[in-house]
């Protein structure tokens, strides 16, 4: 992996770059790329290659990449796309080490496109080339030593600490210039296009140990894979802040990702939770990104949520206030001293509850007096202060007493400056002590909220991932022979039965007569459901019959059942089953994603899921933490505690299930998808049961 | 009504202003109102007043307002709180018509303050004064016949159509600069502080027939009469777009609100859906008010939701497309003639579906042919059109196609325009011509959503209110002589029956015996429910056991009940109740604010509602129309529904209970609050019926 990564040297750290393609005509990407990497002012020499002009950008042109006297670490590509194999093969024998593929119609296109972008991966790897593209704008390393742009954009970012990278060209060009305007200097850059070999994934490991990098942006529209991201990010969030805008996050969105890039974007849902698993700050906008990279770059994560807002205008302090708890976030409880402080410092008309308000008339020493009892309070994790800068007050002077109080607490600190002063001195004195500046309350809190989060998952602790002892030799043997295909009812419950899932007692039979006898053998109440191959939603069809009192009862039910749905399903049976004893409802399942293996799912069971879809999913592997926080993440979480008189369910009882279901899907690849829903859940200390399961196998 | 709000003139367009409390000090407020007032150029003379100095900014001062020769339509005072009410004395002797009171210590203080604030109303009143303020920061009127800023905001609009109430000062400053900066031209300001006369109603009264104002912004923290309110602004948003920033809508922000302003901030879910309900558009930044602002100034409503993206970059296209969908609009299907255009105007690698990718090659020419088919079809109700502006290509030319193309359609058209032409003479362009253009998608969707919303308002017919036959008598002599509180479930039941509200049937006994017998008179199964005067939460207690299918089943249930209760409620006895025939249950209910007055309220029913909290509130009076609409917006919508093979719920029934709910309250005024949950909804043309009813009834 180390090699791996370090082999990216050649597209960022190049001694030398040939620009293939290179043109004389204005407004000509061949053109910008070489001009652009004159004006970066590149260390190394750059050499334009045209066999048809002498001259580009006033430097002499070679004809081929071989007639290049000296060495080439790396070459940018800008010729046609009929032409990309054949100078991709001559940057192989010159000994090219990076391939920057800027041409367009490779997979894109479809077709030929496909096929011309396999050759130029195998001509890259027979030359052990790393290629970035193709289909995309370059790449940027803002390092002095180097001062490389690779790249047709027309932005080139002072440096920084922030790396990036963008899966589509034109956005990266975007992200470059509004980086730019927001003040966040760049350390590298990448638009990576088709993603051909090098994938985001690649860029975040080659950045992991890169001191100067210290945040990492990324726009991506899908996984090349996943896996191979899963395994890299989880890694580095640990220790570096990743911050993601993933285009295609509603389903036409999706649609539109999948019809543009070529590639079959990702079930949304499952990119989420994978991101959020693997620790990346996932934002839904670039305004955000960069709002939250700047305020990485210079502050430290809360050690908690509750937040504390000092203002000196009552009603931004409310917008404030109104956006951290829209975003789940706290507001702080104050200390009595930090209350007797503000008491004594501020006058009568100010409140000294959280949200601060000081009134307009706040000068230096009533913010000085106010923000350093409250950011040193031990129930205050991170502060907002907000000033709306009223002409008779110093602003500077405010700007500066907020900086001394809050200097060495280790607590975050956002500032939101509205009004006239905007610009001015105050501004430059809380950017030079790091305090990130926002124009609105709301900017400073959905910033804040990612804080929190980052502090949280930084303080997750891994979870372990138990073995249970099961029975594997019966699913063994039972899936060797099975065919493709939902299971029949009887086969799937002994599959999960043998991983130790529980089941509600029942007894299968065919006749009314059995029915009724089975039943007093289970004792009522009991419930009959039929049961034949192709029927598999149960209740659309009222093949479930429930709270049966009586043998007699049993007995018309199970004739009504038979006589009903024999024509449709002839091969129709029945089951009782005891009535399951809990009193709550979850869904458990797991479906194999093609391409992020098995998802796990847990929700609100019974009619509500179908109706609500009130689940949550995590990518495969979860540990013993993971059900829990599944349940904690639901919607309707609460209908698991205890109400009205009910106590809570055992969802104890479901968290080792779903363990156990992964237990069982990891050991038999076949199985594709099993659900169990509903499972009643009972109270802790009583027997929680399945009472229906669905299990499909892959060929 | 046209008589007071004309009265306003002495505030926005005097003939003459005379500062009191004029100050030669920098930095005093006295001395900027003043300074403002010439530096607009005000037109009439300004009277400085102050009997402690000979001259302020160059003007030679008055001793008092008595003493100023000519007469004065407006006074700003900015004089100590002690003072106010013996110069408002004075100005009221002088026939001042208009005053401005910026001075500080009324209401938001308590005490003093509050009597103060009283006796200033009251010359006010004496005198035919109207008043803004207290503790404001003024008023501007940029009309140039007047060239009024008497205030002391650092910022003097340019002129424009927007009209804008603070009731925040401070923020009033942000929202002037920030205006400013977003282009928003001004007509009229007021920052209305304590607002002990004129009101943002008063203000929304004033500019609805003032031509120079096409849209009102409005931040506001609480309602001074919502009644009042509600009636201007349901008129005026009938033909001006009213759009408010309205702080406390969490449960903190509204802590801070009401501590803050010395006002109780109204329950914000009133608020929130009486904006909605008079069609104010309501949003939650300042950023995203002056980004609407700007689109209603220049662009028609759309006539539906289906929206269409063109883009020069997947990218962007995705995130707009993820933004609207996150909305709720939805993304235009367009017709085949639009598919054939797109097909024969673009390259193979672009996007003919929507969202239309042109990809980046594109140029003017086809931007022509794509957003012109597009803007055409039938099937589009608006378009967001974006570029992200690479090298190679004339921006402006782009700018002008899209121009000439969406020219004359009457629909919508929102332009982004990302990467480094951004202040170029492209945004020039759109902007001429009426386009706004924005910086990231998601300010485009967001904006769009909210016009969307005021398309929907503006075609939204008026629902009426039915008139039910019912047996008022009943009722009028019941609640005679009732005590305050919950009403025992005998007489609240009789109470809703006698306005039409069906019920379970149901027999009322006091011993296991009669419990049986009255079962197998009202037919198995049934329930068997506990009551007593302060049993309120039954589920809470098990004071209800269902599903008993014999004789036997209800004698042993109600001896259980009986022995259980009696001891902690002496006066427990028994309800038999038929078990409903239904299959969906709902909350119908209704709440009097002491501020809104009757709030209804439907929701999901039983358990749901109270753990879920999924319910939707109108501010009464509600029409035929609103029951649906109410529960169209629950979460839980689908529940209501069809599915699984169950029928729909008769949600018509559930629409009249509501209806004459509202009837019985208001001719009721006693009844404080009543709530029908659960209410039983059967399949339409099936018997719907109520369960279990409260009333409570006020002194």
Chains 1, 2 share one sequence.
Not at 78 to 97: F, H, I, N, S, T
Not at 411 to 438: N, Q, T
Not at 491 to 513: D, Q, W
Request: aromatic residues 4%; proline residues 5%; hydrophobic residues 45%.
């Amino acid at each position: 992996m180390a090699g791996r990564s370090k082999s990216l040297d050649g597209l960022f750290r190049p001694r030398s770059v040939a620009v293939v393609g290179a043109s004389r005509r204005q407004g000509a990407i061949g053109r910008q790329v070489v001009a652009n990497l004159v004006e970066a002012g590149f260390e190394g020499p750059v050499y334009a290659v045209n066999p048809k002009t002498k001259v580009v950008h006033s430097m002499p042109t070679y004809a081929s990449i071989g007639r290049i006297p000296g060495p080439v670490d790396l070459a940018v590509l800008v010729v046609p796309a009929v032409d990309v194999l054949r100078v991709a093969e001559a940057c192989g024998r010159k000994g090219v080490k990076g391939l920057v593929v800027i041409t367009a119609g490779f997979r894109e296109i479809g077709g030929e496109g496909v096929t011309r972008e396999k050759r130029l991966l195998a001509i890259a790897r027979r030359y052990g080339m790393r290629v970035i593209g193709p289909n995309c704008m370059g790449v940027i390393n803002t390092d002095p030593a180097f001062s490389l742009s690779a790249s047709f954009s027309a932005t080139y970012p002072s440096p920084g600490a922030v790396a990036m990278v963008s899966q589509s060209g034109a956005l990266g060009e975007a992200i470059l210039a509004d980086a730019t305007a927001s003040g966040i200097g760049v350390s590298m850059f990448a638009s990576v296009g088709n993603r051909v070999d090098v994938t985001a994934a690649d860029l975040i490991e080659y950045w992991e140990h890169d001191d100067h990098v210290k945040v990492i942006l990324l726009y991506i529209e899908s996984f090349g894979d996943p896996a191979h991201f899963v395994e890299v990010a989880r890694r580095v969030t640990r220790h570096k802040a990743i911050i993601a805008v993933k285009a295609g996050r509603s389903e036409a969105g999706a649609a539109a990702a999948s019809s543009h890039t070529g590639s079959i974007a990702g079930a949304d849902i499952a990119a989420d939770t994978m991101l959020a698993q693997c620790g990346v700050l996932r934002v839904e906008s670039l305004r955000k990104m960069f709002a939250l990279a700047a305020a990485l770059l210079h502050q430290p994560v809360p050690k908690g949520a509750r937040i504390a807002v000092v203002t000196n205008a009552g009603g931004p302090g409310i917008l404030a206030t109104d956006a951290l708890s829209g975003c789940g976030l706290e507001m702080a409880e104050f200390a009595e001293a930090t209350t007797a402080a503000l008491v004594k410092a501020l006058p009568a008309e100010a409140s000294v509850q959280n949200p601060v308000d000081l009134i307009a008339s706040a000068d230096a020493d009533r913010y000085r007096a106010s923000v350093g009892p409250v950011i040193r309070d031990k129930g205050v994790d991170a502060l907002i202060v907000l000033f709306v800068s009223p002409i008779m007050i110093d602003a500077a002077a405010v700007a500066q007493a907020i900086v001394d109080e809050v200097q060495g607490t280790g607590k975050p600190v956002l500032a939101v400056v509205m009004g006239r002063s905007r610009g001015d001195e105050a501004l430059e004195i809380l950017r030079r002590a790091g305090i990130v500046v926002y124009r609105y309350p709301e900017d400073a809190a959905a910033t804040m909220h990612m804080l929190v989060e980052r502090g949280r998952m930084l303080r997750r602790k891994p979870g372990k991932r138990p073995r249970f002892n099961v029975r594997a030799q019966g699913p063994r043997t039972a899936l060797r022979g099975a065919k493709a295909g939902w299971l029949d009812s009887r086969r799937a419950e002994a599959l999960l039965a043998a991983y130790g899932i529980p089941f509600a007692k029942s007894i299968r039979v065919k006749e009314p007569g059995d029915a009724a006898t089975a039943a007093h053998e289970i004792g009522f109440p009991v419930v009959l459901k039929a049961e034949a191959s192709d029927l598999l939603h149960k209740s659309d069809l009222h093949a479930v019959v429930t709270g049966l009192h009586t043998g007699d009862e049993v007995f018309a039910a199970a004739k009504e059942l038979l006589k009903r749905l024999r024509r449709r399903f002839p091969d129709v049976t029945l089951q009782v089953q005891q009535r399951a004893p809990g009193h709550r409802e979850v869904l458990l399942g797991m479906k194999r994603d093609p391409r992020y293996g098995p998802l796990f799912v847990a929700g609100l069971g019974g009619v509500q899921v179908e109706v609500l879809r009130d689940f949550a999913v995590r990518v495969g592997p979860i540990d013993d933490r993971s059900p829990a926080e599944m349940f904690e993440s639901l919607q309707g979480a609460a209908l698991l505690q205890a109400f009205r008189g009910d106590p809570a369910a055992d969802l104890a009882a479901a968290s080792e299930v779903l363990l156990r279901l992964q237990q069982l899907v990891d050991d038999h690849p076949r199985i594709a998808e099993a659900e169990i829903n509903p499972f009643i859940l009972a109270a802790p200390g009583q027997p929680s049961v399945a009472v229906d399961a669905r299990v499909r196998l892959s060929e």
